[in-house]
């Protein structure tokens, strides 16, 4: 008789004890499917959205063959994106907090490669971290394969979508071909599964629908003509009026183009691209996180690894040529257990697109009429909360708790006017209501933090 318990898996004492304390007492569909196949040593296939619970998936199956004891790199986790790295990075701590003396290290382009490199000398049994970086540090020797245990492929269909497929290969090719190789994606199509069989050895092959449950997300379509997609999008905007949403586009000029319009519209919105630098990716993703940026403009590729908790609304601009990209779109909205909101923009020319994305849903399309919105006041989209940046971050000794009391202090801001701080290694974020940004900049140049001096000053405001 099968069971989704964790207990049922032969996981140590202290992991299922450590697993209860974080609340994990069932499995998701994606864990019950493959955890016994990766505890038993198998290489992997799987098909499974971003909040599909695959990071704890993965994470246990590496955590299980790790000898503690040994500070070599034991576990690798390739991913896309930073933030991903990032996230993933924090859940495999997490996970290990039952063994002492587990080292996870994220090794990701757009920082420093000197202290990385101090940090690999120190030894590291678990690194998360992207292509590009962490090829760099391999083939400058920095960061040592020939012990490592098992190789995590995250979502490896945006990997190769983003060009990372060469630098994926010749890492894999560092490691030792006696490893267990687990290949997670949320699409498989033909390509990525003739490129990625080089990788893994007679591997299980699973697939699980979706988690968000896509009956809790009203869908519409709109006709529209080409021309007329940004005008579409702020009447859809005004109509609804989210606090929080995500806006795809199919091309990254796509994307420039509607934040542009939109802008002329008087309404804010921010491009997430791959041109970004990326500190101003991390400002642009910490402005969005913290609700003082109402509209995230983006590619499918430039928003993977994305997973923004509260997403009132998805607006396909373009419609997607895959059906499953499409689900996974709309899939971001209506999460644990909540309802969303899904709009999505169709041209007289994407008629097949919509048939495609019809036949993929199993059910027809629900169509509506922009005129038929009722019309509604053009007031300003305008965010509650506003940014604050501060010089000086996690290497700065600044804690989030030092730049509450700043803000919270005698006779200062209440808590409730604080909203979301993001600290960095040289700099920190911080939301505001919009009434009380003046009143929070003079509190930190007239207070400082810890008794210092704060440079302090609003963004995108």
């Known amino acids: 008789m099968m069971t989704d318990l964790f207990s ?27 955890l016994p196949a990766l505890l038993a040593g198998r290489d992997l296939i799987a ?133 267990q190789t ?21 591997p299980l092959e699973v697939s699980v629908e979706a988690q968000h449950g896509d009956e809790r997300i009203a869908q519409t379509f709109y006709e529209v003509e080409p021309e007329a997609r940004a005008a579409a999008v702020a009447r859809l905007l005004r109509h609804h009026r989210p606090e929080s949403a995500i806006a795809f586009c199919n091309t990254k000029a796509r994307c420039r183009e509607l934040v542009d319009a939109l802008s002329g519209e008087g309404i804010a919105a921010l491009a997430l691209s791959g041109e970004l ?47 499953e990209v499409h689900v996974h779109r709309i899939g ?35 169509w509506a009429k922009l005129a038929e919105l009722p019309p509604s006041a053009p007031a300003p989209l305008t965010p509650a909360m506003v940014t604050v940046q501060i010089l000086g971050g996690r290497k700065d000794k600044v804690r989030p708790g030092d730049i509450l009391g700043a803000l919270t202090g005698e006779a200062g801001l209440p808590g409730s006017a604080v909203g979301k701080i993001a600290l960095f290694d040289h700099v920190s974020y911080v939301a505001v209501e919009r009434g009380a940004a003046k009143k929070a900049l003079k509190r930190l140049a007239e207070g400082g933090i810890k008794g210092r001096t704060a440079k302090a000053r609003l963004i995108g405001a």
Request: net charge neutral; with cysteine.
């Open 8 to 34: 049922s898996l032969p996981l140590p004492a202290a992991q299922l004890a450590n697993l209860e304390r974080l609340g994990y007492a069932t499995m998701t569909p994606i864990q019950a499917a493959s």
């Open 47 to 179: 098909r499974a959205q971003t909040g599909s619970g695959k990071t704890a998936a993965f994470g246990l199956g590496l955590l299980a063959r790790l000898n503690p004891r040994y500070f070599g790199t034991q576990a690798l986790v390739l991913c896309p994106t930073r933030e991903l790295a990032d996230q993933v990075a924090k859940e495999i701590r997490r996970l290990a907090r039952f063994a002492d003396n587990i080292k996870v290290l994220t090794l990701c382009g757009g920082s420093p490669i000197a202290p990385q490199r101090i940090s690999l000398e120190h030894g590291a049994q678990v690194v998360v971290g992207t292509p590009g970086r962490v090829l760099d540090h391999v083939e400058r020797g920095t960061l040592k394969l020939d012990s490592l245990k098992t190789l995590v492929l995250d979502e490896a269909d945006r990997m190769v979508d983003m060009g990372f497929y060469d630098e994926m290969a010749r890492i894999a090719d560092a490691c030792p071909r006696a490893r």
């Open 182 to 202: 687990l290949l997670f994606s949320a699409t498989y199509p033909d390509a990525i599964r003739q490129q990625s069989a080089r990788f893994l050895a007679d």
């Open 277 to 323: 630098e990326q500190r101003e990716r991390d400002e642009v993703l910490v402005r969005f996180a913290n609700k003082s940026c109402t509209l995230l403009v983006a590619t499918d590729v430039a928003a993977r690894g994305l997973d923004i908790a509260g997403l009132d609304l998805v607006i396909n601009v373009d419609l997607t040529p895959d059906p």
């Open 332 to 366: 971001r909205t209506g999460r644990a257990g909540e309802s969303g909101r899904a709009v999505s923009l169709a041209t007289p020319l994407d008629g097949r697109r919509a048939a495609q994305i019809e036949d993929y849903l199993g059910r027809p399309l629900v």
